[in-house]
């Protein structure tokens, strides 16, 4: 395809998003439950786009897991479409006042949330992702590109025909949601460098599509994802506690970035926590991976490629021991991505220390890791997990996906 | 030098920001006001660097204005101090709950502002931001990268010794103010590509400044600057407010971002509106420019080689006529750099349309843009005026320094 093809295509986006920078919110709601309606009537052609993707992928040897993931069938898409009905019912961000002040002069300011625009997310293969963010995007008014992988192709290209159809009914240019996986494995590419049409990219999925996104793209970028999450289990923990939290922050779901990957015991209490917890997680099912012999723990596996800082995303786990909390902060902050940490204890002084000193965008104490989460935060939604400082920090929900305007009014002030 | 050395002068400045980041704010304040007692305590020092600095500047042809931002005397040393006393007294950002909520199952979820960490500027030969920008960091509890202009190299090395030795004797460390000015001209490149050493760049300087470090930085950027700022005259303006506005905003100061470039003019009204513009401008010495022949004015200029995205900072503007507001709104989304626009009108619906429709960081009705301006906002400081959507859009004052960090507080939760 041309790259006057592609830019006509992103044009489109920018008109879409200005029709919906000022449709009311109810107009972009009755869009979202359109596309909850388009979707169960589309359920046939949903299915067999979705049949021809999975057979493409066994094929060509896609892991179970990913599959899995990949898969549609009538219970998933009756949850497409509950998850589009519940994203309507979002309280919308759009005409937020976040300041308001009156100038000595009599000039009146006030700063409002307004939707970026054109939002560009670049994700893997998971065809309710496709579904949620056309829906999140609506929702906070701007417009969307997809780039969806291309084990998915077949399905998203149903899924946002369908969801470009319901748009129009409802009043709205079907351009809103705009999909480029015609463009083939170039179409990233050249969306990372659509500076000045594209305002805002996502980029969700693994470490090094992340890591390519962020090095390449001129276009404002919102990281997401990587978690190398820690649990510190201070002197002053309770130990049935820190069983507890470091089992369900491991094993409750392992492909997360919110799940566990490494564990620190402070050395007081190393010689009955770290054996309890070894062998706790051992029952569970979990591989016990350290660099240095563990106090009571015969066999541990080595630390994966990356040391400390291996994201396992599988029943693998680090155990290390430290010298106090100090050593633990530093831990945390060297290895970590700054996504999500917990301490447990039962100290006020250890906790407060480690929650202001531990760098990250969700900082807990004595509560699982895997609570990081738009939809557990209350949010609603989520977008993504952003691991940057800049914009947004932690699960993201809809207002995280705005911006936000100053409007100034006057009656023919000047300045002296 | 080597990138050892740099790669340790960034690794300090992580260290002072920790630092930072859990020192209490009177520390910090009495930092900055010590910082206002050294530069009155070195002026012998700093006045000798800058005649240094001054005299190569004439050597090697530096322009007349340029010197001029450059040179300091007593006067300017004394209010160098006075703003830091000023900045001295800001309400401190750090530790604002944005957002709080216990959720059903007991967890406590606080949102605060944290600092970012360690911020990086590259910016002009302008001594008076290298004091600015280290008193607006410690205020918001960052370290501070500078890479100042070399034609203020030695002005500005006696201002970081003197400021770090007022920092050190207020209890922080000195590395919260560095600068990398001993790296040459390869330092800005390397603070771009310093992602996981400094959390945040801020350019401030030209157009070709800051879309280098957009295009070339991983590190996050907050763009800041170019101009090119509309009035838009509706067949509704009070032709006087109109005079008035456009006046002010072109000729009270040239050299700066929120002076407007370009007067758009309803065509309903253009046969008396333009030429009395055109007048008026002319007797203040402002050169008229347009594309086409202006109803009633002879011998406009041709526009300049951007066309109608020119940024003059000069005494020249840009006239043009169109046919209704949607053609208004059209041009300035279109040429404009999405800075400040206004729209001069009786007419309160053409208001609600430009300022909803036109895609700016402020959009003003009846009113002059060079009121954009953090000083002029109230924020009383201004690190500079953002002209992207992420993370903050208009004038950034302290709160714009900071990031945010999710605080869960819990007696044990896991996930079901």
Known sequence: MADDDFEQLLTASQRAARALGVAPAERRHAAIQAIAEAIERSAGAILAANAEDIARGRESGLAEGLLDRLLLDDARIASLAA???????????????????????????????VPFGVIGVIYEARPNVTVDLACIALGSGNAVVL??????????????????????????????????DRFGRDGAGRLMRARGLVDLLVPRGSAALIERVVTESTVPVIETGAGVVHAFVDRAAQLPMALEIVLNAKAQRTSVCNALETVLV??????????????????????????????????????GEGGWSTEHLSMDIAIGVVDDLDAAIEHVNRFGTHHTD?????????????????????VMHNASTRFTDGGEFGFGAEVGISTQKAHARGPMGLPELTSTKWIVRGTGQVRA
């Open 83 to 113: 998850a589009a009905r519940q994203l309507a019912e979002l309280p919308d961000p759009v005409g937020e006042v976040l300041r308001h002040r009156t100038l000595p002069n009599g000039l009146d300011l006030t700063e409002v949330r």
């Open 147 to 180: 780039r969806g992988g291309s084990a998915a192709e077949r399905t998203n290209a149903v899924l946002v025909e369908a969801m470009q159809g319901a748009i129009e009914g409802a009043g709205l240019p079907r351009e809103s949601v705009q999909t480029i």
């Open 266 to 303: 402070h050395r007081e209490i190393a010689e009955t926590a770290v054996p309890a917890l070894a062998e706790a997680l051992r029952e569970a099912g979990v591989t016990v991976h350290a660099d240095a012999p563990l106090p009571g723990v015969e066999g541990a596996e080595p630390l």
């Open 342 to 362: 917990t301490i447990v204890t039962d100290d006020p002084d250890a906790a407060g220390r480690f929650l202001a000193e531990v760098d990250s965008a969700v």
